[in-house]
């Protein structure tokens, strides 16, 4: 019997599991557990897809999988910054905030021109998120705290520049910006391809740059990291940074899309966020965790939505109902594949 | 043949924490090629030591040069890109990590468009851990490996890094036998790449297998250096505890009387064959009411585990303890305080008192179940075991109500022991009971164990203060490497029986079965 040095309470489940089913030896047992921690959002997206298939004629219809694609592409997109954050164990509270703020500073910075209105929000944003990584990484303040100083912060800001909500600003018509939300690609929204080939260039970021190896190592042990030779404070900037910045566009977009720049958006988006990573598999506690999983997570959470809108009689507050047990049972599944591969 | 080159050379180095003068105008060299054994007791100065070489701490004092050329390092980091690589007793890697990047991070192939060339990390990945003995499949986690293989991607690692000096911290602490011999051909071949290697080890077996010198470190003091082979078991134990051989007191130092006797013949407490993997290996321990049993050994020997394995906080593989006839369900400290076993923990810091709280709070802490009826406390019945435990123990406090953490050592300690003494025990477990606090509590709590003692307790008694160890026990069971080698009774409870047992050179009389772990 191995002793692992977290110590984890070995229990005769162990051995009973090994004795029941024999031909599983200990490597394939692990990686059949980690493909159900990598791959079991997957699974259930496509069964809950295919079920609303064959229940509901309208949601297989070109109309409503082209709407699901595009009002997921924001969340997407800031949910791919939330990835690396979680990764090396942080948390960004701020992205909701900044996501309205974003949205604002587009609609704002459109009247001179669309670079002023798609700089203008990454800049912001992502100096929020350079703040956050400072306070995080420098100050060894909690993440949680930093960033929901940020949060607070940043709707502030937002609330200031539209005089406490009262101004909305408008994108107009048939601008680059807007036809960059709104617009169509072979029959897919502009936005929705913006976001896949953000997700693209996250991978390789994540899987095969030094960068993306710093912050699994971060995640995995901060003073191994360190010692190691990993820059840990720059990494951990460099992962606000990222998220604030990634914030802040899909906010831009999402304005663009809505042709303004909404004030009540953004409510609760991190949380969102933070749930779609962890179903994609990620671990919340850092070290472990897959940039399409993320993906897969908010077309779940955005299926399981659009599901329950399709069932008329059912309240759509409940939607959020299922979100959070849907939660809840993936939090739990994955303690559970993760005490399981620890113990092998 | 010319000597080997110096590959460091420190001179009067010397570290001052506050209160503590840790390391004082200590001198060590070291040549390519050299095994180096670095020893000394808890407190001696090894870790500050280690932690100056490698830019953990600043020195107050004194100079590192490295290399021919001076250096001061300023982080961990630092030190290990000029060359001194440390390889830690916890394995300090990346669990969640496959083994191959665990191996290459920072360092790590890229191909032409600078990414990752995952094809030939894995495959340098598998040759490199070859050459240690480790063949596994590079692309699974790093935590899926044992803890003995896991030390060997850290050696790998550390030895890739192009270092010039390795410095192991007790790295066998973790491993098995097999895998120990590992480590030791490695060890060589480092030496015969001209690496220098700095060797941390409480088991004196595995510095005589594989280190050519030796500094002793005592107080923050050296006190001895030289090749180790100059150097027998038994004169290195005495350099290191501090003791002349065959010096005999004719006095005692400490407050002991010796004035109580086992009251009865059949033990209170009857530990036999406690087995924790890496730890212990089949100690056995009895103790009779009113019998202050003495645990030797050297740091490491397992004398705080024997103390845990007994009352349940550290979980054993084998093994069984019996208190007062009823077996004992291991693995569990509340039944082992429900039995009677209370141990007063070495770190009374992070294990003991609850600083925050007051001495009144911090007694009853334990006993509060059974002083309460339908989950209410009486506080009258509180208040009298309070008060009798401050008057018995003379515990120093302005008022039960004062907080645990504005009291001395001394009455921290005394507290703790009253928490227990409240329990109404029929064993006490004493870990270093006397360890930071002053010589006037040092000897009230001295005066204490014996007065326990008296009453008809069963006391274990483990020191790292011969005088005390010797003065205060009836009997002592001395361990090496987690296993019985000896015990001494009656007379030939001395400091030169102790050392010489320690040491592994004990005449055979002294030697009951279990001296096999030598080999």
């Known amino acids: 019997m191995t002793v692992t040095k977290t110590q984890a309470p070995v229990n005769a489940d162990d051995g009973t599991q090994a004795a029941g089913a024999e031909p599983v030896g200990p490597a394939r047992s692990e990686r059949l557990s980690a493909l159900v921690q990598q791959h079991g959002a997957l699974a259930v997206l496509v069964i809950v897809s295919l079920v609303a298939t064959f229940s509901f004629d309208s949601f297989a219809t070109g109309d409503n999988v082209s709407n699901m694609a595009t009002s997921s592409a924001f969340l997407a997109i800031v949910a791919l910054g939330m990835t690396f954050v979680i990764i090396t164990g942080g948390i960004d509270l701020s992205v909701g905030s900044l996501f309205a703020l974003g949205g604002v500073l587009a609609a704002w910075g459109s009247r001179h021109g669309t670079l002023v209105a798609l700089l203008l929000p990454l800049v912001v944003c992502g100096a929020v998120g350079v703040v956050n990584g400072l306070l995080v990484a420098r100050s060894r303040l909690a993440p949680f705290i930093v960033t929901l100083a940020a949060m607070l912060g940043a709707r502030g800001l937002m609330l200031a520049i539209t005089d406490e909500g009262a101004n909305t600003y408008l994108i107009g018509k048939g601008s680059f910006l807007a036809e960059l939300g709104q617009g169509t690609t072979l029959g897919l929204g502009n936005p929705v391809w913006i976001t896949l080939a953000l997700f693209v260039a996250g991978a390789v970021v994540l899987r095969r740059t030094r960068f993306g190896q710093h912050v699994y190592a971060v995640g995995g042990n901060e003073d191994a990291a360190a010692l190691m030779g990993a820059p840990v404070a720059r990494t951990k900037i460099l992962v606000y940074t990222l998220s604030g910045v990634l914030a802040g566009l899909a906010g831009a977009l999402n304005a663009a899309w809505l042709a303004s720049g909404v004030t009540i ?64 049972v993936v939090v739990v599944a994955q303690t559970w594949l993760g005490r399981r591969r620890q113990l092998l | 043949m010319a000597p080997p080159a110096e590959v460091l050379a420190v001179r009067g180095l010397s570290k001052t924490f506050p209160g503590v003068r840790a390391l004082d105008d200590v001198d060590l060299t070291l040549h390519a090629g050299e095994v180096h054994a670095l020893i000394g007791e808890n407190g001696a100065g090894k870790s500050t030591l280690i932690k100056l070489l490698t830019g953990v701490y600043r020195p107050d004092a004194g100079d590192i040069v490295f290399q021919g050329r001076p250096v001061s390092f300023a982080t961990p980091l630092e030190a290990q890109k000029a060359g001194i690589s440390t390889i830690y007793q916890e394995v300090n890697l990346i669990p969640l990590l496959s083994v191959a990047r665990n191996l290459f991070l920072g360092r790590e192939p890229r191909n032409r468009f600078g990414l990752l060339d995952f094809a030939r990390m894995h495959r340098e990945a598998e040759e490199t851990l070859r050459g240690y003995g480790v063949r596994v499949d590079v692309r699974r986690p790093l935590r899926s490996l044992g ?92 350099t290191m505890l501090g003791r002349e051989l065959g010096e005999v007191r004719s006095e005692g130092l400490t407050k002991f009387t010796g004035d109580h006797h086992a009251t009865d013949s059949r033990p209170v407490l009857q530990a036999t064959d406690l087995t924790v993997p890496h730890q212990l290996h089949g100690v056995s321990v009895s103790i009779r009411p009113g019998e202050v049993v003495g645990l030797g050994g050297l740091l490491g020997s397992g004398r705080t585990e024997t103390a845990k394995a007994i009352s349940g906080a550290l979980p054993t593989s084998s093994g069984r303890v019996v208190v007062a006839g009823t077996p004992l369900r291991g693995g569990s400290t509340p039944a082992a305080i429900r039995a009677g076993v209370s141990l007063l923990p070495e770190d009374r810091k992070s294990e003991g008192i609850v600083p925050g709280l007051s001495v009144r709070e911090n007694i009853s802490l334990a006993v509060l179940p059974r002083l309460s009826r339908f989950g209410l406390v009486s506080e009258a019945r509180v208040d009298s075991i309070v008060n009798t435990f401050i008057e018995r123990l003379r515990i120093k406090a302005s008022s039960p109500q004062q907080k645990v953490g504005e009291l001395s050592g001394g009455n921290q300690q005394k507290v703790l022991l009253a928490r227990w003494l409240a329990m109404n025990p029929k064993v006490l477990l004493l870990d270093e009971p006397t360890r930071g606090i002053d010589v006037g509590a040092k000897a009230e709590v001295q005066k204490l164990v014996d007065e326990l003692a008296a009453d008809g307790l069963g006391v274990l008694l483990i020191s790292s203060d011969l005088e005390e160890l010797i003065e205060g026990s009836d009997r002592v069971v001395v361990l090496k490497d987690g296993a019985v080698v000896g015990e001494l009774t009656g007379d030939e409870v001395t400091e030169d029986k102790l050392m010489r047992t320690i040491a592994g050179d004990a005449p055979a009389r002294d030697a009951v079965e279990g001296a096999a772990t030598d080999g």
């Not at chain 1, 299926?303 to 299922?322: K, M």
């Not at chain 2, 790449?193 to 050519?212: F, K, Q, T, W």
């Not at chain 2, 180790?228 to 004169?235: K, N, P, Q, T, V």
């Open chain 1, 265 to 328: 958006l953004g409510n609760g988006m991190e949380l969102e966020a933070i749930s779609a990573v962890v179903i994609g598999g990620t671990l919340l506690t850092g070290g472990l965790g897959y940039v399409s999983g993320s993906l897969v997570g908010v077309l779940l959470l955005k299926v399981i939505q659009n599901v329950i809108n399709q069932i008329g009689s059912l309240d759509s507050s409940y939607q959020q109902v299922v979100s959070g047990a849907f939660l809840a």
């Open chain 2, 147 to 238: 803890v003995g293989a896991q030390q060997m991607v850290a050696l790998a690692r550390a030895v890739a890094s192009e270092a010039r000096i390795v410095i192991m911290d007790e790295p066998t602490s973790s491993l098995e036998p097999r895998e120990v011999e590992t480590l030791f051909s490695v060890i060589r071949r480092l030496r015969d790449e001209g690496i220098a290697v700095v060797y941390v080890s409480h088991r004196l077996d595995e510095l005589y297998a594989v280190c050519d010198t030796v500094t002793v470190l005592r107080d923050g003091r050296r006190v001895h250096h030289g090749r180790l082979a100059d150097l027998d078991r038994l004169s290195l134990v005495s």
